[in-house]
């Protein structure tokens, strides 16, 4: 229940620091909301992290812009499609 609860909260704060994201556009304050969200839906649901791993494997340069902490974070180990 407490994992769904963070999923729930992440799927929440993805579309929240979206908006943010456009409401201050000179201050990147959005970006770490929209970081936060992925890593909690990740990490929390299957589902969140299949669409991770299936968004990394469609688009590999985006991979490229995470860097090894993050990637750390998100999946709790090295993630490499290689």
Do not use: C, Y
């Amino acid at each position: 229940m407490f994992r769904s609860a963070l999923a729930i909260l992440g799927a929440a704060l993805i579309p929240i620091g979206v908006i943010i994201a456009f409401l201050t556009p000179i201050i990147p304050v959005g970006l770490p909301i929209v970081i936060l969200g992925v890593v909690l839906l990740a990490r929390n649901a299957v589902w969140g992290r299949r669409f991770v791993q299936n968004t990394l494997a469609r688009h590999p340069k985006l991979e490229r812009f995470a860097p090894d902490w993050l990637l750390r974070l998100i999946f709790g180990e090295v993630h490499k499609e290689s």
